[in-house]
């Protein structure tokens, strides 16, 4: 399970005055899209949707492609996939710049949730000999 919690990326507020080239959109592949391409793979639900559960009493996995770049270009890494998770009330997501680390992140996810353990409880997750996330 290592490795898990430290695939989430901050993300930041976008600085006063600058302004971000309109060309933000991409495939799974990480290779540029119009925004016109991007529409249209939108509305295909197996394109967009990478791994989804759901638990008996709420909790959940769904991890997807978004295809617009969430990490204003922080630091040159394409942000494109988030995974969305949840146990008993709390709820968290994680987001991924590759469609390996999204489905890696949500195996992962997953084997914590079914486990009832949150993947973001670093003290719950070293006790089953993963990594924290700091």
């Not at 759901?54 to 959940?60: D, F, M, Q």
């Not at 998770?85 to 992140?105: K, L, Q």
Request: proline share 4%; net charge neutral.
């Amino acid at each position: 399970m290592d490795g898990y919690a430290k695939c989430a990326l901050n993300v930041h507020p976008l600085p006063r005055g600058r302004v971000w080239p309109v060309d933000r959109f991409y495939a799974r592949d990480n290779a540029p899209i119009t925004i016109t391409e991007w529409a249209r793979k939108r509305r295909d639900f197996h394109y967009c949707l990478l791994g989804q559960w759901e638990g008996g009493t709420g909790e959940y996995v769904r991890t997807y492609w978004v295809g617009v770049d969430v990490n204003f270009g922080d630091d040159g890494a394409t942000t494109i996939f988030e995974a969305h998770i949840r146990v008993e009330t709390d709820r968290h997501f994680y987001r991924y710049c590759t469609e390996v680390e999204a489905r890696t992140g949500h195996d992962n996810a997953l084997w914590y949730v079914k486990r009832g353990i949150k993947p973001w409880d670093d003290t719950a997750v070293h006790a089953v000999g993963g990594t924290p996330s700091k």
